[in-house]
């Protein structure tokens, strides 16, 4: 589409034509000839496109205050007559100027009054019609006065850009299929072949969603591809489940940050504030920290037959005292674990670190909501997580889906944080295990009372455990798809040679 409508260009087309090769004192004044777009008026080159006293032609202004764009006063025009330069009889305002004798009419000379319509006037309208006017988006006056929509393009469509074309028919409404996608005339590519809400009412061409929930975490894409936040829920936040959802505001500890809820205390990217990058890519209690190696210690018992010395209680002293601190400082997740299976839990820890020498302190984390802001390894050196027995059914996969979405484990095991999660095979904490990634177990087998092997003495958990023997109440294997590594042991097992299903498995976290 030309940048000016066809009916605006020929005021000043005609204006080209008639400029006299005059040797002109004044602008636009090309090799004694005036250039293009101005005309000789009385001996001067003017630009009849812009001068507001010679709008579209000499002697043609425009009222006081009131621009000459294109040839065309924009506003109306002072109305005063045209001076025909052909000898023509002046033109009335507001009519078409007669031709006098010997000479041209007004219309079609250099001059002529304002609401003349011999095709070379801007005035919006086709010739003999000053009806004709904005706004030029339908079929009868599609981009411009002039231009009509008809078979095969009977149908007037934006280009995007500000301009209108005649086009093929659209289909009918709605306009929220990737064939007809906003309007009628924009389809979906194979890049963006997805049409969704664009979070105003309109439709557009929107990615594939084929990512995982968690890397959908903008207000342009949040919990999925086509989810847009905007007012009144313009925030995109972390939900319970793993995923994105749209709020009003952020809750606690989250805050906003453009547009997204992020938690300072442990987002590297927005850690202390929005916008302060981490690099060590750790962020703890609002604070960028160093990485060294981590360890995650999982263990098919629930630590519910406390003795002194014996094998369990090793592999506890091994786990929970691995950090050089002393006193070692614990957080405990107690949420849905009972009173008195935690007591047992701590006198079995009491007794490793008595056979030791060793101290700890022991703080409950009573609501896993509460990690994010807790969890610190300025602030503590091991988080051991006690078999949550009481927990309503699916409630453990979410919480570790959770905190998996906010890298809680994560960020503690980088910066060389000791997690200790245990199983009495009764609960759903493999489904919690593999919700946060510790570790992929598919399921639990109780093996209470059978033998069991230290298959790895010389692992850090494997140091001075007796082998073999036999599994303490409430003892069980795990389940998993995940091989043996330099970096994932299966401390202890069921069996002497071969595989074996691991009781105890030891990750090393390295930075």
């Given at each position: 589409m030309?940048?000016f409508?066809?009916?605006?260009?020929?005021?000043?087309?005609?204006?080209?034509?008639?400029?006299?090769?005059?040797?002109?004192?004044?602008?636009?004044?090309v090799?004694?000839?005036?250039?293009?777009s101005?005309?000789?008026?009385?001996?001067?080159?003017?630009d009849?496109l812009?001068?507001?006293a010679?709008?579209?032609?000499c002697?043609?202004a425009?009222?006081?205050g009131?621009?000459?764009?294109?040839?065309?006063?924009?506003?109306?025009?002072?109305?005063?007559?045209?001076?025909?330069?052909?000898?023509?009889?002046a033109?009335?305002?507001?009519?078409?100027?007669?031709?006098?004798?010997?000479?041209?009419?007004?219309?079609s000379?250099?001059?002529?009054?304002?609401?003349?319509?011999a095709?070379?006037?801007?005035?919006?309208?086709?010739?003999?019609?000053?009806s004709?006017?904005p706004?030029?988006?339908r079929p009868?006056?599609?981009?411009?006065?002039?231009?009509?929509?008809?078979?095969?393009?009977?149908?007037?469509a934006?280009?995007?850009?500000?301009?209108?074309?005649?086009?093929k028919?659209c289909e009918?409404?709605?306009?929220?299929?990737?064939?007809a996608?906003g309007?009628?005339?924009?389809?979906?590519?194979?890049?963006?072949?997805?049409?969704?809400?664009?979070?105003?009412?309109?439709?557009?061409?929107?990615?594939?969603?084929?990512?995982?929930p968690?890397?959908?975490?903008?207000?342009?894409?949040?919990?999925?591809?086509?989810?847009?936040?905007?007012?009144?829920?313009?925030?995109?936040?972390?939900?319970?489940?793993?995923?994105?959802?749209?709020?009003?505001?952020?809750?606690?500890?989250?805050?906003a940050?453009?547009?997204?809820?992020?938690?300072?205390?442990i987002?590297?990217?927005?850690?202390?504030?929005?916008?302060?990058?981490?690099?060590?890519?750790?962020?703890?209690?609002?604070?960028?920290?160093?990485?060294?190696?981590?360890?995650?210690?999982?263990?098919?018992?629930?630590?519910?037959?406390?003795?002194?010395?014996?094998?369990?209680?090793?592999?506890?002293?091994?786990?929970?005292?691995?950090?050089?601190?002393?006193?070692?400082?614990?957080?405990?997740?107690?949420?849905?674990?009972?009173?008195?299976?935690?007591?047992?839990v701590d006198?079995d820890?009491?007794?490793?670190?008595?056979?030791?020498?060793?101290?700890?302190?022991?703080t409950?984390?009573?609501?896993?909501?509460?990690?994010?802001a807790?969890?610190?390894i300025?602030?503590?050196?091991v988080?051991?997580?006690?078999?949550?027995?009481?927990?309503?059914?699916?409630?453990?996969?979410?919480?570790?889906?959770?905190?998996?979405a906010?890298s809680?484990?994560?960020?503690?095991?980088?910066a060389?944080?000791?997690?200790?999660?245990?199983?009495?095979?009764?609960?759903?904490?493999?489904?919690?295990?593999?919700?946060?990634?510790?570790?992929?177990?598919s399921?639990?087998?109780?093996?209470?009372?059978?033998?069991?092997?230290?298959?790895?003495?010389?692992?850090?958990?494997?140091i001075?455990?007796?082998s073999?023997?036999?599994?303490?109440?409430?003892?069980?294997?795990?389940t998993?798809?995940?091989?043996?590594?330099?970096a994932?042991?299966?401390?202890?097992?069921?069996a002497?040679?071969g595989?074996?299903?691991?009781?105890?498995?030891?990750?090393?976290?390295?930075?």
């Amino acid at each position: 589409m030309s940048p000016f409508p066809r009916k605006r260009l020929a005021p000043w087309l005609v204006l080209f034509g008639l400029a006299f090769p005059a040797a002109c004192g004044s602008s636009g004044v090309v090799g004694g000839d005036c250039a293009a777009s101005y005309v000789e008026c009385n001996g001067r080159c003017v630009d009849a496109l812009t001068d507001p006293a010679n709008c579209g032609g000499c002697g043609r202004a425009c009222e006081p205050g009131v621009s000459c764009q294109n040839a065309e006063c924009v506003g109306s025009l002072d109305g005063g007559a045209g001076t025909s330069s052909t000898g023509g009889n002046a033109g009335a305002a507001g009519t078409p100027a007669e031709a006098g004798a010997g000479g041209a009419s007004a219309a079609s000379g250099n001059g002529g009054a304002a609401g003349d319509d011999a095709g070379m006037l801007s005035d919006a309208g086709p010739d003999g019609d000053a009806s004709c006017g904005p706004p030029y988006d339908r079929p009868e006056a599609c981009g411009d006065c002039m231009t009509q929509c008809a078979a095969p393009t009977p149908s007037c469509a934006s280009d995007g850009m500000g301009n209108f074309h005649c086009v093929k028919q659209c289909e009918a409404p709605p306009f929220d299929r990737p064939e007809a996608c906003g309007d009628c005339t924009t389809k979906c590519s194979a890049d963006k072949p997805i049409c969704a809400p664009d979070g105003s009412g309109g439709f557009a061409c929107r990615p594939q969603c084929d990512q995982p929930p968690s890397s959908y975490d903008t207000p342009e894409m949040c919990g999925d591809c086509l989810t847009q936040c905007v007012a009144p829920t313009p925030n995109c936040s972390p939900d319970d489940v793993g995923s994105f959802h749209c709020v009003l505001n952020c809750t606690a500890p989250l805050k906003a940050c453009s547009g997204k809820c992020v938690d300072f205390n442990i987002d590297a990217d927005n850690c202390g504030s929005c916008g302060h990058v981490c690099p060590s890519g750790i962020c703890q209690s609002a604070t960028c920290v160093g990485a060294n190696v981590g360890h995650v210690v999982l263990a098919c018992m629930d630590y519910q037959t406390p003795v002194k010395n014996s094998a369990q209680t090793v592999l506890m002293g091994n786990a929970v005292l691995l950090p050089i601190r002393n006193p070692v400082r614990i957080l405990a997740y107690a949420e849905f674990a009972p009173a008195a299976a935690r007591a047992k839990v701590d006198q079995d820890i009491g007794f490793a670190a008595a056979a030791r020498g060793r101290s700890f302190t022991l703080t409950t984390l009573g609501s896993y909501s509460n990690a994010t802001a807790t969890l610190s390894i300025a602030d503590y050196d091991v988080f051991l997580i006690y078999d949550q027995t009481s927990a309503p059914a699916g409630k453990l996969a979410d919480v570790g889906a959770a905190w998996q979405a906010n890298s809680v484990l994560d960020s503690f095991a980088a910066a060389g944080g000791v997690i200790v999660g245990l199983s009495g095979g009764s609960s759903e904490m493999d489904q919690f295990f593999s919700a946060s990634q510790l570790l992929d177990v598919s399921a639990e087998t109780v093996v209470s009372g059978s033998t069991l092997y230290n298959r790895a003495p010389g692992d850090a958990m494997g140091i001075n455990v007796i082998s073999p023997f036999f599994a303490p109440a409430s003892s069980c294997t795990f389940t998993t798809s995940v091989p043996q590594d330099q970096a994932t042991i299966f401390v202890v097992s069921d069996a002497q040679t071969g595989a074996g299903a691991p009781v105890v498995v030891h990750r090393v976290i390295a930075p």
